[in-house]
């Protein structure tokens, strides 16, 4: 008789589980800790960030600074470098209020604005080995799902930049592993609450309406969304998912027609605790904003992507043209103050109108824009373009510790990409995924796929703006769990020494060491190591890496 996965599940030592998982993130933690502070300049995407999240913490909300603003900052000043007026952001506001908590703790210096991104990536390298543990009840296969994540470039890079993906990243993945716990809270409460099949009706309906799982992952796609707005697809995704494993449950227990029973039964209150409940999340993460909605008001009432038409021809400088003088402002702009509830609502209403500014931006307005390291979703996978955040070149030999032979130069780089051997293999795995899920109907693959497909597909519909490859790491975990289930596929349920697990343990061993020489191999360009041009090139393997 085969033992239930459960049951074996409970044969490791706990403390033996989470003592490996809690290892496994302290090394993660360590290795981007390392040298955190360098370079010392704002790379990419943290002009930005950076100074948003010390005007949220210092100020309430986000207010334009001044020109020259980065460099007295890297001079150690802050001081009169913001001035009153809001800053129109077009991103949500809570990966930016937990890169503040670091600037609060260290300073505003790149340690500090990068510190709240390391913490967060080691954090994601733990809730993955608990998420692996759970799904394979192998602390061995967690343990390999942590460190392909922990030695993962895209990953790594972005835990060292203060940018809002590893927080999204982050939440997302914290939100589905909830999903995930669900799933088995609920057929262990069904099973409770129907020991016996279910010959007529609807099965347990007021035992199952708490749902505590789903509730924890509400809040967590909520703080997603309200890190950026794409965690809106893997919540819908996952949405789907759960209403399609309670039925499968109800199905198994012997309810007749559990697809459109459970719509109702389950559908409706998984719907409250995921998607209003992430709704109240996201509302909530705006308090800064809400609080000093009257300043949006009088200064961003009336804006470039308010008066946008959607189908604006480029002009000549491949800008998008604007020439409406309509002067339309947000209905909040012209009436009086409210007081009270009505403030309230009134402030709510002042968010919406801007929520409607954001959309037309990300939409419409970049539409004409270009960028060097622009890529097409449809390579993202293979990583096919990646993003250089930083670059140090034309070292002189002989200056800087430069030992480049006599014609050449030496140079340093921070590149945002993957680790290939990693992603190439996940490709493979996320093929056998489809194929396990279909024939197989393993729920753990179909986790895979939705995660990947959700966090990934919805890219394709805007590869006609500027959008970059490491938004790609939203899918990283899910690439991961199809390596680590078809890891577990090849070595097979048995512990019995067999050829099969042999070759399974030699395959799957042999795949995670590539990963880890691979980002060894690419180390100095995920850290700004200095390196002779000819070495550099050694790593860029592909033209248009450059």
Known sequence: MRTPPVLAARREDPVVSWTAAIGVALLALVLRLWNLGEPRQFQFDETYYAKDAWSLANHGYVREYVEGADEKILDGTTDGLWQSDPSMIVHPEVGKWLIALG????????????????????????????????????????VVAGLLLMFDGLHFVLSRLALLDIF?????????????????????????LAPEPVTSGWGPVRGLLWRPWLLGAGVFFGLAVGTKWTAAYPLA??????????????????????????????????????????????????????????????????????????????????????????????????????????????????????????????????????HDYASKPAGWLLMNRPVGVAADVDIQPGTRGCEAPEGSDCLRQVLLIGTPV???????????????????????????????????????????????????????????????????????????????????????????????LNFAWFWPIFTNGLLTHGDWLDRIWFQRWI
């Not at 999903?179 to 409770?192: K, N």
């Not at 000093?292 to 400088?317: G, M, N, V």
């Open 237 to 370: 995704a996952f949405g789907l998912l759960v209403w399609a494993w309670s039925a499968g449950a109800r199905r198994a227990h012997g309810v007749r027609r559990p697809v459109l029973r459970s719509a109702l039964v389950d559908g409706v209150p998984a719907f409250a605790w995921m998607v209003l409940v992430a709704l109240v999340v996201y509302v909530a993460s705006w308090t800064g904003w809400l609080v000093h909605a009257d300043e949006y008001e009088k200064s961003l009432s009336s804006t470039q992507y308010t008066q946008f038409e959607a189908e604006r021809p480029c002009d000549e400088d491949g800008n998008e043209a604007n020439d409406d003088d309509s002067g339309a402002r947000w209905p909040t702009a012209t009436e009086p103050d409210a007081s009270g509830p009505g403030e309230v609502a009134q402030s709510l209403r002042s968010l919406w109108s801007y929520h409607q500014d954001l959309f037309t931006f990300h939409t419409h307005y970049l539409n004409c824009s270009e």
């Open 103 to 142: 600037e609060r703790i260290f300073g505003m210096d790149p340690f500090g604005w990068r510190f709240a991104s390391a913490v967060v990536g080691a954090l994601m390298v733990l809730v993955m080995v608990r998420l692996v543990r759970r799904m394979t009840r192998s602390t061995m296969l967690g």
């Open 168 to 192: 999204l990243a982050f939440f997302t993945l914290c939100a589905v592993s909830c999903v995930v716990a669900d799933r088995d809270w609920y057929r262990a409460r069904l099973a409770a």
């Open 422 to 516: 990693l992603w190439w293999g996940g490709v493979l795995a996320l093929l056998v995924a489809v194929t396990t899920w279909i024939g197989a109907r393993d729920w753990r693959a179909g986790v895979a796929v939705v995660g990947t497909a959700s966090t990934w597909l919805p890219w394709l519909q805007y590869d006609d703006r500027p959008i970059f490859l490491f938004y790609i790491s939203l899918a990283l975990p899910f690439v991961v769990l199809a390596i680590v289930l078809a890891m577990g596929r090849l070595i097979g349920p048995s512990r019995v020494p067999t050829t099969r697990r042999t070759v399974g343990v030699v395959v799957s061993g042999s795949f995670l060491v590539l990963v880890m």
